[in-house]
């Protein structure tokens, strides 16, 4: 059975790598009691089919319910710019506001809702830079690299965060906590060079400073 | 009317002719990337600049409508130079791998860069390490070697409606693919190959199975059969330097035995059994009121999958006859095997398609191994056949003509004409109408259906009862018919159509998205009228006088739509929605 | 807001409405929300509550002082109008206990005001003091305690308070002393002209003449004119203290489409977005096709990296800029209007949202407008993170909802634009000047600027300047005094090498050619243009080549990637630039990327590509020996062969002008 959840739904189950040594598990167990018995006892194989239907239908009630959330949620973005002329990018917006990406699933009932080519929707995703396609990180770290903030050294600022957090711009960390981020200009270039942390703008920053902002930001969260 | 000049030419075009068209009138031939007949310009190579006098600027001639008064310079020393260097960026994001190449000797970008003899790389190349997408089987996409040019992409989405192929990520990460991270035979894509026909350089072409057909001809256990289909014999001739629409049919009996196939049959027969079958259908349909109207053609194998996949509400609409590929396959290794004593097992069935979807039909269905083995084993593309034959040493154009064998060779003019769009109709409308009334048409060509607008209608009278049909070629002319089908049928209406023919390429079979490169409306006009000229060069031109076509039914299925005929004749179809993932 | 009629504008017009007689306004943009001034808003709002003090607190955009995020503006009963700013909570507390409270300047925080008297014409309550000169030896300590003790001996102590200025508007003309509230400003002022300076100007009211510092602001506010003046949130606010509106109702009300047209050709006002085109002439062609739907588009797809005076109009003028939509509008023939606004400027969208919904109740949008019979209306749609999307026809294909890619012209967008109709597209800066050519004449507006380029051009002044800022002066004034004169001259007293205008699609013009008079055409001819008005300001330390690969990095991130040039031309340049810049390049290699340039120059589809090899060009064709030297000895010796003319020790990380 192959569900294919968004990212954020996903974690339901404890991750793949859990699920894999779940299932490796159950088939050591299987092997042995076959081997030696030489056949799997009923009342065994039975409840393993009575467990599997339960696990089942959890699943399937799940992606059932994810799936009339996203037909419902797309609905009303649609409602909301149906009679709008140019209205795709429009919707992936109120799209993006709403998950922080564009999910594939909701990307596909939006294909459906609209009338639009799934092939549409994806070239307009993947051509402007501010949609994302994957989920964002639980904190943000954006760089500014206007002029300003170039000539006053957002290169080096750009280079300690990509190894402090060890990705690069535009990807998030494996831990699903960090994202790193390159922005054009964010128009505080009398603050130059400048970094936002979480919405928060700081200006005048220096090398020294990143590692201190991304404690910062991770303890807030901890606060929480 | 424009007036103006080229290099120093004095031209004078329609308005609204590109200043690249009006160049070609006058016998200047300004290169292009990009630009291709069928479609709009892209504007996205760069190659095709001329300057106008009085500005600096350098203008792209595919886009610009020529003006009046204009004094259009194509070439000069600081063009050609702009071009030069424009052409070494984009062989700089090309592989230098044209030995190995499915474009090797016919790509446009080898053949432009050998005409500007570009030196050893001045500019370092730069191409992104992607592997090539194999899934369909039909058609390998290696997306190192796209110059982004959006031909394939205009092909995919305007001219067929299909929209497996999109332009994802920008700038130098431009990339053409289907959406999001999925192959192509998860995308819309029905295999209908006109991306590879249309693409300038091999980032798209057929999968290459000659391999396995040497192998097969080489293998003393095979006994290796083939069947040519009606439009390859009018455009393999291009493949050598002969003109569109030359018609080659006996040659390529002759060629095919001399490369080792046992038997050399005609997929013209195997058409002639499906008007026999798809006629006797409609009849049922129309006069005995026996399943649903419109009935709809289906030996197109990238129709049904773009209407498994879009327009699944017109399944019971479908005639359910096998494409005639599939018909003379399950015969071969049936009907013929048995009358020859031959084991089915051994028999090894190779056809030559102008079609690259004819790959993925072979395994479409269980129906496809109806003789208890798959009825057909490998279809080659007209592209392929031609390598084939280059590489065997056969001087082909001057060979004798030759005979092909018999029970599954000789084929009426009715079967020909599928290769060409409306072919399928005319041929059925021929046999439906004798089927009804005892009677022969009064005139054989239906003019109506002939030509190449996107739609095209007739009517033809029956016993006093109207029929109407349409015929519709390129896949997003499809919409405008099947809406019209809707619309009456939700307003409970008379049916628009009783009877409607869907080829997925331009032009049909002819246009295919297997045969010889350079296709434009000129070649497809050149191509159909070898096969109407073969037509009318056909003793018989009615499928159910096929003599061989009599004695299969009579030897061997019965009537047609018999028990026998539907196991092995008739297959079905099922809704496939697009995007599982 | 109940809707308008003619006689309530007419009335608007005749009697504009009055502040109160004691406010602060913050300056709420995105550049001073960043820095903080929400904390003080809410700061000095608590504090105003908490002590029931009859002090109005307002809201504004921005006046342009970036470098002094966040701003505040505080009008008190006895004290003069000051704009103070870095200021923070406790700042916010003491601007109330002090300056409103015991009529104490704050010191270290204010700005002063440029609009200097060349008279006393009031008893002086306040003096200013600064050294201009370099940081290195700050003498404005020492001159407010001579200055006070001088008080001190004449009895003034207690009248007249001596405050250190965050900003005198006046730069490196040493010691600057300026008399509030007249605004008498002296420079160069020595340690022996304090005496004088107090006896015969404070206490004796007479002006020293050879101490007067008699130049005028070079700046001009025209686009900028209601910039953190008003509320951009309130309608009222424009109507009443802004003029609102008043162009508009004269289009409408007095002149036909063509006379609107005609007071824009006599305006002379050109396209502010770039390229210069004559905005009347644009409407014209539009108006001129026949079709029965005609589109007018606001481009507020900003851009160019370091420019953001779009942002800031948007933020802090939006009725000015709408207004100029309608007037467009009217112009042409158009009854439907669309902002494209980066989706990045979440505070520009929302108040240009709300400016729109404002003027429907007002009934200043819709149909039949003020009786007319005029109808329009205007919609906002999101950019979303594409450069090219500046260009007309990329633009048009993003709000039709497609790929941003630009598309060949002919045909044009005044003949065939957005969904197929006659659009024209104004970029925000031109459509902000159109109300105040309606209001004062185009004569007036012509009256500004130089023979080819007329009125007035805001920059965005960024870079190795002291003062970060916006700037709007009349075209013709040059680089160096906007540098210099205006925004105080290159940071930590360095020379300068050059400023990089019209960002990636401009070019860098070198220090020897800064007293060029700005112009479409002058920039163009130095290999650089006007672009939407970035400018960036480079000093010797500032590799040339780094600058180049910069901009150029900008390009192939933010080209669409349609046309063969520009999408592989950028990124093979960008590998050459950088081998050169590591030390790895060949003299071979300067050749390539001269080709590469013609190429991109001249088979790019679209202004992106064709523009995009500029600051390469620009900077081999003033700073060939950088590269030279990058091609000779690698990156450090380069830097020192850059850093030869000037001889200064190796550089620190460069320090804020101003010590927070």
């Known amino acids: 059975m192959t569900t294919h959840l968004p990212a954020k739904h996903a974690e339901t189950g404890g991750g793949r790598d859990l699920k894999k040594a779940d299932e490796a598990a159950l088939l050591d167990l299987l092997e042995t009691l076959e081997h030696k018995h030489g056949f799997i006892p009923r009342e065994i194989s039975e409840e393993l089919t009575r467990v599997i239907e339960v696990r089942l239908e959890r699943l399937r009630r799940i992606q059932g319910k994810l799936d009339s959330t996203i037909r419902r949620d797309v609905k009303v973005h649609v409602a909301r710019w149906r009679e709008e002329e140019g209205n795709l990018i429009m919707i992936l917006h109120a799209i993006q506001n709403q998950h922080g990406y564009v999910p594939r699933e909701v990307a596909m009932e939006l294909a459906r809702e609209l009338g639009v080519k799934l092939a549409r929707i994806y070239e307009v995703i993947t051509f402007y830079h501010y949609f994302r396609l994957q989920p964002p990180g639980a904190h943000s770290l954006t760089v500014c690299n206007g002029t300003a903030c170039y000539l006053k050294g957002s290169a080096d600022l750009l280079n300690e965060s990509r190894s402090r957090l060890g990705v690069s711009e535009g990807q998030t960390t494996a831990d699903r906590q960090f994202q790193l981020e390159v922005v054009r200009c964010i128009g505080c270039c009398g603050m130059a060079p400048a970094v936002v942390v979480d919405g928060q703008t700081h200006g005048r920053v220096k090398t020294s400073d990143i590692p201190g902002l991304i404690e910062a930001a991770k303890k807030q969260e901890s606060k929480k | ?581 | 807001m109940k809707p308008l009629s003619r006689t309530d504008l007419e009335a608007l017009a005749r009697s504009p409405a009055s502040d109160p007689a004691e406010w602060i306004r913050v300056q709420l943009d995105t550049g001073g929300i960043a820095a903080g001034a929400e904390i003080v808003f809410n700061e000095i709002n608590r504090i105003r509550l908490e002590r029931q003090l009859p002090i109005a607190l307002l809201r504004a955009g921005s006046v342009g002082y970036s470098f002094a995020d966040p701003v505040v503006e505080v009008q008190a009963r006895g004290m003069p109008r000051v704009h103070y700013g870095r200021v923070d909570a406790q700042v916010a507390g003491r601007i109330i206990s002090e300056h409103c409270g015991t009529h104490q300047l704050v010191d270290e925080h204010v700005i002063a005001t440029r609009r200097r008297s060349l008279t006393l014409t009031d008893p002086v309550t306040h003096i200013l003091v600064r050294d201009t000169g370099p940081e290195s030896g700050n003498k404005t300590e020492f001159f407010q305690f001579s200055l006070t003790e001088e008080l001190k001996r004449r009895g003034l102590a207690g009248k007249v308070q001596v405050v250190r200025a965050l900003d005198m508007g006046v730069y490196d003309k040493g010691i600057v002393v300026q008399l509030l509230p007249s605004a008498v400003t002296y420079a160069n002022v020595l340690a022996s002209d304090v005496a004088r300076i107090v006896t015969k100007s404070v206490a004796g009211g007479k002006v020293l003449e050879e101490l007067l510092w008699k130049e005028t602001d070079k700046q001009v506010r025209v686009v900028l004119r209601n910039c953190g003046a008003i509320d951009p949130d309130s309608l009222e606010d424009y109507l009443g203290r802004a003029q609102g509106y008043q162009g508009f109702r004269r289009a409408l009300l007095e002149l036909t489409p063509e006379q609107v047209i005609g007071e824009l050709k006599a305006s002379g006002l050109r396209g502010r977005g770039g390229a210069g085109f004559p905005t009347w002439l644009k409407w014209q062609l539009t108006r001129a096709q026949p079709a029965a739907q005609r589109y007018v588009i606001c481009n507020g797809d900003e851009g160019d990296p370091g420019a953001f005076m779009d942002r800031s109009v948007l933020e802090s003028d939006p009725h000015s800029v709408l207004e100029g939509m309608m007037i467009a509008a009217y112009a042409m023939g158009s009854s439907q209007g669309y902002f494209y606004i980066r989706a990045e400027y979440p505070r520009a969208v929302e108040r240009i949202e709300r400016a729109i919904v404002q003027a429907r109740e007002a009934g200043l949008l819709g149909e039949n407008i003020l009786g007319t019979g005029f109808s329009f209306n205007a919609k906002v749609r999101l950019g979303a993170g594409a450069f090219v999307c500046g260009e007309e026809t990329a633009l048009i294909a993003s709000i039709e909802g497609k790929r941003g890619s630009p598309s060949p012209r002919p045909p044009y967008p005044s003949v065939r634009g957005l969904w197929g109709k006659p659009t024209a597209i104004n970029n925000v800066e031109t459509l902000a000047s159109v109300p105040a050519i309606l209001l004062r004449g185009g004569a007036w507006f012509a009256g500004l600027g130089t023979e080819s380029s007329k009125g007035t051009k805001v920059f965005a002044v960024t870079g190795k300047v002291r003062n970060a800022q916006l700037v709007e002066v009349p075209m013709g004034t040059t680089l160096h005094d906007i540098v210099y004169d205006v925004c105080g001259g290159v940071l930590d007293g360095k020379d300068i090498k050059g400023v990089q205008t019209g960002g990636p699609s401009g070019g860098v013009i070198p220090s020897q050619h800064l007293d060029t008079p700005i112009s479409y055409e002058t920039l163009q001819k130095l290999g650089s243009i006007m672009g939407s008005g970035g400018m960036l300001v480079m000093d010797q330390h500032d590799s040339m080549v780094e600058v180049a690969k910069f901009y150029l990095r900008f390009c192939v991130d933010e080209s669409c990637g349609k046309c063969a040039p520009c999408r592989i031309g950028g990124y093979q340049m960008l590998q050459i630039l950088d081998r050169i810049s590591r030390g790895r390049g060949s003299p071979a290699d300067l050749v390539t990327i001269r080709r590469i340039c013609s190429a991109m120059q001249k088979a790019s589809l679209c202004g992106l590509g064709q523009t995009a090899p500029n600051p390469v060009l620009s900077t081999l064709r003033y700073f060939d020996e950088e590269y030279k030297a990058y091609l000779e000895g690698g990156p450090s010796y380069a830097r020192k062969m850059s850093r030869a003319s000037t001889a200064e020790p190796a550089r620190e990380p460069a320090k804020p002008a101003v010590a927070p």
């Open chain 2, 1 to 581: 009317m424009i007036k103006a000049r080229i290099n120093q030419i004095d031209v004078e075009v329609p308005e609204g002719t590109s200043i690249l068209d009006a160049a070609r009138q006058v016998q200047v031939k300004i290169p292009t990337l990009c630009k291709h007949k069928d479609l709009l310009p892209t504007a996205a190579c760069g190659i095709c600049i001329v300057r106008n006098k009085g500005s600096n600027k350098l203008i792209r001639s595919c886009c610009t409508p020529l003006e009046n008064d204009m004094e259009i310079t194509t070439h000069d020393h600081d063009i050609v130079d702009v071009r030069r260097a424009t052409l070494e960026l984009i062989l700089s994001n090309h592989p230098q791998a044209c030995l190995n190449c499915g474009r090797n000797g016919e790509c446009e970008l080898q053949s432009l860069a050998a005409d500007f003899n570009i030196p050893m790389e001045s500019i370092k190349r730069y191409v992104r390490d992607t592997p090539p997408d194999t899934s369909t089987g039909s058609i390998v996409i290696d997306f190192e070697k796209c110059i982004k040019c959006g031909r394939c992409i205009q092909v995919c989405q305007e001219m067929q409606n299909v929209w497996a192929l999109s332009f994802l990520d920008r700038g130098i990460n431009t990339r053409m693919a289907p959406a999001g991270d999925i192959t192509l035979a998860e995308s819309p894509c029905v295999k209908c190959g006109q991306c590879s026909a249309h693409c300038p350089t091999g980032a798209i072409v057929e999968n290459d199975e000659t391999p396995a057909v040497w192998e097969a001809l080489h293998d003393p256990e095979k006994v290796c059969v083939v069947q040519i289909a009606p439009s390859v014999r009018v455009t393999l001739g291009e493949a050598f330097g002969l003109p569109p629409g030359t018609n080659l049919t006996k040659k390529l009996y002759a060629a095919l035995r001399r490369l080792g196939f046992k038997a050399v049959f005609d997929t013209n027969f195997s058409a002639d059994v499906t008007i026999v079958e798809e006629a006797s259908e409609f009849i049922q349909r129309f006069a005995h009121k026996r399943g649903p109207l419109p009935l709809i053609t289906s030996c197109c194998p990238s129709w049904t999958d773009f209407m498994e996949k879009n327009h699944w509400d017109f399944i019971d609409n479908f005639s359910t006859a096998k494409s005639p590929q599939q018909i003379l396959g399950v015969l071969a290794k049936t009907y013929y095997a048995e009358k020859m004593k031959i084991d089915p097992a051994k028999l090894y069935m190779v056809s030559i398609m102008p079609c690259t979807a004819k790959k993925y039909e072979l395994s479409r269905t269980e129906e496809m191994y109806a003789s208890g083995h798959k009825d057909v084993d490998v279809s080659l593309t007209t592209r392929e056949l031609a390598r084939m034959l280059k590489q065997s040493g056969i001087d082909f154009l001057n060979l004798a003509d030759a005979e092909p064998d018999s029970v599954l060779g000789e084929y009426s003019g009715a079967g020909t004409i599928f290769g060409a769009t409306g072919g399928v109709m005319e041929a059925a409308i021929r046999t439906a109408y004798f089927y009804a009334t005892g009677k022969k048409l009064e005139k054989v060509e239906v003019d109506a259906v002939r030509g190449l607008d996107g739609v095209k209608q007739g009517e033809i009278s029956v016993n006093g009862a109207k029929v109407r049909v349409a015929v519709a070629h390129g896949l997003a002319n499809v919409e405008e018919v099947l809406n019209r089908v809707r619309a009456a049928r939700k307003a409970g209406q008379e049916l628009p159509y009783h009877f409607i023919e869907v080829m997925a390429c331009p032009g049909g079979c002819i246009g295919g998205g297997g045969q010889p490169y350079g296709v434009d409306n000129k070649r497809r006009t050149q191509r159909s009228a070898g096969l109407y000229q073969d037509d009318r060069d056909c003793p018989v031109r009615h499928s159910h006088e096929n003599p061989e076509v009599i004695r299969l039914y009579k030897e061997f299925l019965g009537q047609p739509l018999s028990d026998k005929a539907h196991h092995l004749l008739h297959t079905q179809y099922t809704a496939r929605p697009v995007y599982q993932r």
